[in-house]
């Protein structure tokens, strides 16, 4: 409570005078080896770090600037980095529903996958500055800014320990930092968002759609002709390449990729041929995406057996860390919810809608985790102790949010019975999608429906969304349920 005055008269003093201070503009590298030869410096991963005072100056103009530009809708309604209220699940989503409805159509749906060389340390500050001032950040705000991004420098720390055992240190010389945002600072993510302001708007087709989480850009190309989608995605390419070429990023077109959707009945026979200059863009049956594995029919088999192998892994060491800490049990839930659950909550509004043979591997992973845990006999039952420790099945994490995705989304989806023009007493329940094709129901939206009408009507009718997510987790952590199948027969007594 000391530093409180004297610290708010010195950022306030930089914000009037919109100058950032030179000594919290040094960043100390260090190098985290990745894997491979040990002598190669391509394998080891730079971590910036930055003065901790340097964090408070950010965070002060990190919500002026935020508050600004969401006050005045200025970031595009496709970017989902970085930002309240969106993720990369909002991102997921947005994405997913596009391909469906596509398919559902009966088009075909090319989701190209662009990939930017070194985006965040590539940003050219005076392009920046000019950006940031055609957003309406004039005057101070904006001289700060540029007084944040100038001048900034760097060193390189690396340390090693000598015949002794000790440990010695060595920092190289300070070099200047000509461009780019500052990694692992706040202002950093933002500064870039507004740096790809006015990506989407490069895309003039009315038959592609964009999708972006900060770098991470995408394209969805619908249509019922394979020819048109190449004309499509060909002069979209160029708009896009033209684009990042005048904010001098780089499009590697080497890792940049396409995948065709389409159910398996509408499998097309020849390939589109996407190019770019020269170069002919690679098709994939399945690619990276967010973290997650998509693959062209949204079957969600490699994602799901990816997350089966991360589950083994976390296991492994929940059994091997419950050896030292037996009958521990907040701290072996610690393990738990860092090697386990994080990856099965990651992404799962999107894979859940997988086939019922994927994710029955699921649950057999999360009962040896409770055996663990509460040290419970093989033939034991571990039903009831996931209430205990207040854990959702991967059943109850899949409806959790899904039904979450539809509560965020309602006021844009019908509400049954809606076309009489009056109120009904089904007023709290939301219309079904009608499917022309199975393919549809593994977009969120359309899972979700079912559920949320499904919740008690005391849930759906709390207004703040983080209160409905906390009741409704309550809600299914007492139901622990082994089957989607259980969910809507509990829901019926």
């Known amino acids: 409570k000391f530093l409180i005055k004297p610290l708010t008269h010195l950022i306030n003093s930089s914000f009037i005078s919109g100058i950032f201070p030179d000594k919290l503009k040094i960043s100390k590298v260090k190098t985290v080896f990745k894997k491979g030869n040990t002598t190669d410096p391509n394998n080891y991963r730079p971590l910036a770090i930055l003065p901790s005072f340097s964090k408070i100056y950010e965070r002060a103009m990190y919500m002026r600037l935020m508050e600004f530009l969401e006050t005045n809708e200025l970031f595009d309604s496709e970017q989902h980095g970085f930002r309240p209220g969106k993720s990369v699940t909002t991102a ?59 001048d900034r420098k760097q060193y390189v720390e690396t340390s090693f320990k000598n015949k002794f055992n000790q440990l010695i240190c060595i920092n190289s010389k300070l070099k200047n930092i000509l461009h780019g945002v500052p990694q692992g ?44 989608i190449e004309d499509q995605a060909q002069s979209d390419l160029i708009s896009v390449r033209n684009y990042f070429s005048n904010k001098n990023l780089l499009l590697n077109l080497e890792k940049t990729n396409f995948v065709l959707f389409s159910t398996r009945q509408n499998k097309c026979v020849d390939s589109p041929k996407i190019e770019i200059g020269q170069v002919k863009l690679n ?25 089966l192998n991360k589950l083994s892994s976390g296991l492994y060491d929940l059994r091997s860390i419950s050896k030292f ?29 997988t086939s019922d043979q994927n994710l029955q591997s699921i649950p057999h992973i999360l009962k ?56 009904t007493r089904n007023q709290n329940q939301l219309a079904v999608p009608k499917l022309k094709l199975e393919f549809k129901r593994k977009k969120p939206l359309v899972a979700g429906v079912k559920f949320y009408n499904s919740i008690p009507e005391n849930i759906k009718s709390i207004p703040n969304v983080k209160l409905f997510r906390l009741k409704l987790k309550e809600y299914l952590v007492d139901k622990t349920l082994y089957s989607f199948n259980e969910f809507f027969e509990s829901s019926v007594e």
């Open 92 to 150: 997921g989503i947005d994405f997913i529903e596009s391909i469906t409805d596509a398919v559902d159509r009966g088009d075909y749906a090319a989701g190209i996958f662009m990939d930017l060389c070194k985006a965040f340390d590539s940003v050219s500050h005076n392009n920046l500055i000019s950006t940031l001032r055609d957003l309406g950040i004039i005057g101070m705000p904006l001289n700060w800014l540029q007084s944040y991004l100038k």
């Open 185 to 228: 600072s706040i202002l950093g993510p933002i500064l870039f968002l507004c740096y790809l302001n006015g990506l989407p708007q490069t895309v003039k087709n009315s038959g592609t759609k964009m999708c972006l989480y900060a770098d991470d850009s995408n394209l969805i190309i619908s249509n019922k002709s394979l020819q048109v």
């Open 283 to 307: 098709q994939l049956d399945s690619t990276k995406f967010l973290g997650m594995v998509l693959d062209k029919n949204l079957t969600w088999n490699e994602h799901t057996h990816a997350v």
């Open 325 to 353: 800490c037996r009958l521990d049990v907040l701290k072996l839930k610690l393990v738990y919810f860092a090697h386990i659950h994080s990856h099965i909550s990651f992404g799962i509004v999107l894979y859940g809608a």
């Open 368 to 423: 040896q985790a409770i055996h663990i845990m509460i040290n419970l006999e093989d033939r034991e039952s571990a039903k009831q102790h996931f209430q205990t420790l207040g854990i959702l099945t991967v059943y109850g994490l899949y409806i959790l949010d899904t039904v979450v995705a539809v509560r965020k989304a309602r006021d844009r989806l019908p509400v049954l019975g809606s076309s009489h023009g009056y109120l």
